[in-house]
């Protein structure tokens, strides 16, 4: 009876491991994640605008039809990248995502605080090797480092009102992104 | 052998639920709304960062903003697209908020109005800058944001350059709408 309900116990013990293992495995495995769809839209290292939501066709789930969307699917492994938008009348948002589509840096138009978002992307190693009085005159630009080589950018801009689309769309497609 | 396929399929098991039934940890729930401010940041857990990489879609990043999904009305009820559902009153504090109706999955919804949401520019608001949003299967006067009849739907209430994500530990003072069910077809 003891042995059995051991059996049992053990039993469950490697069930909750092989739960821990799929979680963390999953997002590696996953094949139709953002990146995934992305990607089969979108060139390395320019941007793409992205065609929006509607109710028969969306490239991912619950995105936010109020905003105009460009995608920059980047590889830092030629080097750094440059990256700008002008910004638009009313909301513009940059948001960065690894290869496993965590965001893990974002700014939008007034936390720039410019007419153009403007940035530098490049990984840990290749800021450990920039210059160092290169480092001083970089004082006034941002310098974005990605925890991954791989990754997106995703440009959204915010069209309050339907009749806003064309200009929004007109400040989107003057984005940047390319190798240094 | 019995204690093996007990241990595959509990772990399996507790892997599936916890990834479809959707509710990960660290949420900040305000009435019937629930937003995972962590989910923008790089400290999003590993449970949301499967249910992620299953669903493909990509959280909103914490310096755009937060959004917050109502799945239920204020009584706890699965919102029902064949009833009117009354938003009522503000939002917390945000540069500009959108609100979208999907279904489960998080696809948009087709009805003959053509319209799946506002923002907070196009909202027709009350004279002290709250406002009411009727959510229905029939034409109404004012904001009416169709459900197309669907039998099960979710609202999501997105906030633009807002300090709330931030400041999630003060989630609960922040003021949402109020989600009311009304008469049902």
Request: proline share 8%; glycine share 10%.
């Given at each position: 009876?003891?042995?059995l309900?051991?059996?049992?116990?053990?039993?469950?013990?490697?069930?909750?491991i092989?739960?821990?293992?799929?979680v963390?495995?999953?997002?590696?495995?996953?094949?139709?994640?953002?990146?995934?769809?992305?990607s089969?839209?979108?060139?390395v290292?320019?941007v793409t605008?992205?065609?929006g939501?509607?109710p028969e066709k969306?490239l991912?789930?619950?995105?936010?039809?109020?905003f105009q969307?460009?995608?920059?699917r980047?590889?830092?492994?030629?080097?750094?990248?440059?990256?700008?938008?002008?910004?638009s009348?009313a909301?513009?948002?940059v948001?960065?995502?690894t290869r496993?589509?965590?965001?893990?840096?974002?700014?939008?138009?007034?936390?720039?605080?410019?007419?153009?978002?403007?940035?530098?992307?490049?990984?840990?190693?290749?800021?450990?090797?920039l210059?160092e009085?290169?480092?001083?005159?970089?004082?006034?630009?941002?310098?974005?480092?990605?925890?991954?080589?791989?990754?997106l950018?995703?440009i959204r801009?915010?069209?309050?009102?339907?009749?806003?689309?064309?200009?929004?769309?007109?400040?989107?497609?003057?984005?940047?992104?390319?190798?240094? | 052998m019995?204690?093996l396929?007990?241990a595959a399929?509990?772990?399996?098991?507790a892997?599936?639920?916890?990834?479809?039934r959707?509710?990960?940890?660290?949420?900040?729930?305000i009435?019937a709304?629930?937003?995972?401010?962590?989910?923008?940041?790089?400290?999003?857990?590993?449970?949301?960062?499967?249910?992620?990489a299953?669903?493909?879609?990509l959280?909103?990043?914490s310096?755009?903003?937060?959004?917050?999904?109502?799945?239920?009305?204020?009584?706890?009820?699965?919102?029902?697209?064949r009833?009117?559902?009354?938003?009522?009153?503000t939002?917390p504090?945000?540069r500009?908020?959108?609100?979208?109706l999907?279904?489960?999955e998080?696809?948009l919804?087709?009805?003959?109005?053509?319209?799946?949401?506002?923002?907070?520019?196009?909202?027709?608001?009350n004279?002290?800058?709250?406002?009411?949003?009727?959510?229905?299967?029939?034409?109404?006067?004012g904001?009416?944001?169709?459900?197309?009849g669907v039998?099960?739907?979710v609202l999501?209430?997105?906030?633009?350059?807002?300090?709330?994500?931030?400041?999630?530990?003060?989630?609960?003072e922040?003021?949402m709408p109020?989600?009311?069910?009304?008469?049902?077809l």
């Amino acid at each position: 009876m003891i042995r059995l309900a051991l059996w049992v116990l053990g039993a469950f013990l490697l069930g909750g491991i092989v739960h821990l293992a799929t979680v963390l495995v999953l997002p590696r495995m996953a094949t139709q994640d953002a990146y995934a769809r992305v990607s089969a839209m979108a060139p390395v290292n320019s941007v793409t605008p992205l065609p929006g939501p509607t109710p028969e066709k969306a490239l991912m789930p619950f995105m936010d039809p109020a905003f105009q969307v460009s995608v920059c699917r980047y590889d830092l492994s030629r080097g750094p990248l440059k990256f700008s938008v002008p910004i638009s009348q009313a909301y513009t948002s940059v948001s960065f995502y690894t290869r496993s589509d965590v965001p893990y840096y974002a700014i939008n138009d007034r936390a720039a605080g410019r007419r153009v978002i403007e940035l530098d992307l490049m990984t840990g190693a290749q800021r450990a090797a920039l210059p160092e009085n290169e480092e001083i005159t970089a004082a006034d630009r941002l310098i974005v480092t990605s925890p991954t080589t791989a990754g997106l950018i995703m440009i959204r801009a915010l069209a309050p009102e339907a009749g806003w689309v064309p200009t929004v769309r007109t400040a989107l497609a003057a984005a940047q992104c390319r190798p240094q | 052998m019995l204690g093996l396929a007990i241990a595959a399929m509990a772990g399996l098991g507790a892997t599936w639920i916890s990834l479809t039934r959707g509710s990960a940890y660290g949420g900040v729930t305000i009435g019937a709304w629930t937003g995972w401010p962590k989910n923008g940041t790089p400290g999003i857990d590993p449970y949301a960062r499967a249910m992620v990489a299953r669903t493909g879609e990509l959280p909103v990043g914490s310096g755009d903003g937060v959004a917050f999904y109502a799945r239920t009305d204020d009584a706890g009820q699965p919102l029902d697209g064949r009833c009117d559902v009354l938003l009522s009153g503000t939002t917390p504090q945000a540069r500009f908020w959108t609100i979208t109706l999907y279904d489960p999955e998080g696809r948009l919804v087709a009805n003959s109005a053509q319209r799946q949401g506002f923002t907070s520019q196009e909202i027709v608001r009350n004279g002290d800058g709250s406002f009411d949003i009727m959510v229905g299967p029939r034409v109404r006067p004012g904001n009416w944001l169709p459900t197309g009849g669907v039998d099960k739907y979710v609202l999501v209430l997105r906030l633009y350059d807002t300090p709330i994500g931030m400041a999630s530990r003060t989630g609960s003072e922040a003021p949402m709408p109020s989600v009311t069910k009304r008469a049902c077809l």
